[in-house]
């Protein structure tokens, strides 16, 4: 006779077993990757990380800044606000002949025309390059309209925002020009009035007309405080004049390249998650070949016992 002896009832299964509490540890460890790879390429995160990396490189450079007193050579630097014209060019400011009859805070007149044209004459034959090299700045509108005398005549840098160009008619001239361009210009750093740039020639593509917004570096020669009328009253300008100004049209923004700190952050998190993907395929593997075995192997039958 046959029967089965008496048996312990199975053993209670653990909720989760040592392989399912693997998984998720790998699925938690895989989100964990995934976080920090994303928090490593926020901006403030890299500004932080910047900062810090980079506090003692600013602090060195910092002690090693010029401020203004400071003797270099036996020179004292000048304030951040001075821009005298360069005496080591050997150009002195224009004064005597024709420039004795040019008047600040006034209208033009026609007894300045002889001195107007001496500007455009040296700025046609002048080179570019000669000027830039002379050229005293960036000045400001405030420095032109207190110290006229001292860049009269002079190669001059300023900076701004045009706001409108016209075409204005040049009187008779023994040069040949007929007309030249009046750029407005709102000068950097502030001013009551704007910057008046008469330019004989303007870089191809340039905006014309009014509205713009151009933001513009020019080099060139000043003539003369210009007091002009205008329908809230009298206006007062500085008048440069130029042959040409450096302009290129703006481009479309470049798509910004990844800092080095986000890429190395990107290639430790993937490197991360793939030894985590290869843990968890190697696991799954295991659990699945010894599934396969325990099925394949004979029924103990220790516990069965006969009797006759």
Do not use: C
Request: without cysteine; hydrophobic residues 40%.
């Amino acid at each position: 006779m046959l029967r089965f002896g008496n048996q312990q009832g199975p053993r209670p299964r653990a909720v989760f077993s040592s392989q399912t509490r693997g998984v998720w540890m790998l699925l938690l460890m895989l989100g964990a990757v995934i976080m920090l790879m994303r928090q490593v390429k926020q901006p403030a995160t890299v500004e932080f990380l910047g900062q810090v990396f980079n506090s003692s490189a600013t602090e060195a450079d910092s002690s090693q800044s010029l401020k203004p007193g400071d003797e270099v050579d036996g020179n004292k630097v000048p304030p951040n606000d001075a821009a005298m014209p360069d005496s080591s060019t050997g150009r002195e400011p224009a004064s005597g002949g024709p420039w004795e009859v040019v008047k600040d805070n006034a209208t033009f007149v026609p007894a300045e025309q002889e001195a107007w044209f001496l500007l455009w004459d040296e700025v046609a034959q002048t080179p570019v390059k000669e000027l830039n090299r002379q050229a005293v700045g960036p000045v400001t509108y405030a420095q032109l309209v207190n110290q006229p005398k001292v860049y009269r005549g002079l190669p001059v840098r300023v900076r701004g925002r045009v706001l409108r160009e016209s075409v204005k008619q040049a009187p008779e001239n023994s040069l040949g020009i007929v007309d030249y361009h009046q750029l407005v210009l709102a000068p950097s750093g502030g001013g009551d009035w704007p910057v008046m740039i008469y330019v004989r020639e303007l870089p191809e593509g340039f905006p014309r007309g009014d509205g713009l917004k151009v933001d513009l570096t020019v080099v060139g020669l000043f003539f003369k405080n210009w007091s002009y009328p205008y329908e809230g009253g009298m206006g007062l300008a500085p008048v440069i004049v130029a042959d040409t100004i450096a302009w290129q049209p703006a481009r479309a923004p470049a798509a910004p390249a990844a800092s080095p700190l986000s890429t190395k952050g990107i290639w430790v998190g993937g490197a991360a998650a793939l030894m985590a993907a290869i843990g968890f395929t190697s696991l799954v593997t295991r659990g699945t070949r010894r599934h396969a075995v325990g099925a394949a192997e004979t029924p103990d039958f220790a516990r069965l016992e006969t009797e006759p």
